[in-house]
Structures are given as C-alpha cells and as structure tokens.
C-alpha cells in the first residue's frame, strides 16, 4: 500500500482506451484538498481515445504507446513512470492486460474498475452476460490488480438494480454513473481515508 502523509499528494498515473469518463471524474476528485492523489500522468494505447482531450483541458501530460511490442512498451512506459514520479497507476476503461513484469513493478499500487459485481463476469461484453442471465443486479467494482484477469483484491462495490426493460446500452449508462462515485471512494479507502 501507498502511504499518505497529508503533506504531498502521490503522483498517479492514469491509463485509458476510450471515452475518458472514470478519468474526468478521477481529475475532479484529485483537485479537491481530502484527495490523496494528484493526477500527473495520461496514458493510453489508444491515439483516438476521446479521453486523451482531458489531459489538454487539465494541463496533464498525455502519452499514446502502441502495444503491438507490449514487453518493450511496457519498459518504456515504465521508465516514464519513473521519470514522473508516479507512485500509483488506475486503470480506468483500459483494454490491454499488462503483463506479470509490469505488474511485479507497481505490486499494490495499481488499481482497476470494472463494469460488473467481481468475482462474476471478468473479462469483456459484461453487460451483455448478465442481460443473457437473467441477473437482477449487477454494479461494478474497484480492486487491486494482480497478474490474473479482474482477480485482484476487491476494495470497494457498488450494486445496482436491473430493470424490466434494460439493454446493454442502459445498464452501462447506470453502471458508469456508480463507477464516477465508487472509484474516489475506493482510492480514500486504499489510504485508510
Ligand atoms: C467503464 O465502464 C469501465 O468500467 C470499463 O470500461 C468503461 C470505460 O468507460 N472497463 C472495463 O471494461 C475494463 N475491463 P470510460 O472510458 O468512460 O471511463
């Protein structure tokens, strides 16, 4: 675990593929004085991901890799890391699994949200699964991530009711709205906070 002694916020890193939503609320919540963490670092495997713009808007640096090579990608990113002093990476709407190296480097110190009630339904299409199973609830969940696929130690969940008529397109909306408020919460528990 990271320590937080009040006086600096730690350096975070955050990775993203996609539209950026978890990472705008992160932003948000960073710039509020009870946030340990201050976010310092953009990165992403993706050139187009709409989240890439928060980092200009923000004033935070922003760097796209292409993990075709993921080993040597993985280092450089790693000495980026360093650089910037980053002490904590979240995952927030990433696409690619890091590898068991990367992982070891930052053991305990990464974070991940996941669109689904872990242990049930890792992996991708989740609101698709639970719809095909009937399920009356599903939510998401923040944990620590660990070289196995969405396996790490859970810190924090959030429920949610399935309705009637829900689609896939429905219950993502509903569940992101829970994701923007459970992934601060998840990081103050993470700090005993
Ligand atoms: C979120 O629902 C997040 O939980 C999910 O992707 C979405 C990203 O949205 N992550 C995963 O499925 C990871 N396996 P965002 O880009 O708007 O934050």
Do not use: W
Not at 23 to 32: A, C, M, P, Q, R
Not at 121 to 147: I, P
């Amino acid at each position: 675990m990271v320590k937080f002694t009040g006086y600096k916020k730690i350096k975070t890193a955050v990775f993203i593929s996609g539209t950026g939503s978890n990472l705008k609320s992160l932003i948000k919540f960073s710039k509020i004085i009870k946030s340990p963490i201050s976010i310092n670092l953009i990165i992403s495997n993706n050139p187009e991901a709409k989240g890439l713009k928060l980092g200009r808007i923000n004033n935070i640096k922003k760097k796209v890799f292409n993990f075709k090579k993921k080993y040597k990608v993985e280092n450089q990113i790693l000495s980026i890391l360093k650089e910037h002093e980053i002490k904590m990476i979240c995952l927030a709407g990433f696409m690619i699994v890091l590898s068991k190296n990367f992982i070891n480097k930052f053991r305990g110190k990464i974070l991940n949200i996941h669109p689904s009630l872990l242990p049930k339904y890792k992996g991708l299409n989740t609101h698709q699964r639970v719809l095909n199973n009937k399920e009356k609830y599903s939510g998401c969940t923040v944990h620590f991530v660990n070289s196995k696929l969405d396996s790490g130690k859970i810190i924090l969940q959030k429920k949610v009711k399935i309705s009637k008529n829900e689609t896939k397109k429905s219950l993502a909306k509903k569940i992101l709205v829970q994701e923007h408020k459970l992934y601060p919460k998840a990081i103050l528990k993470t700090f005993n906070l």
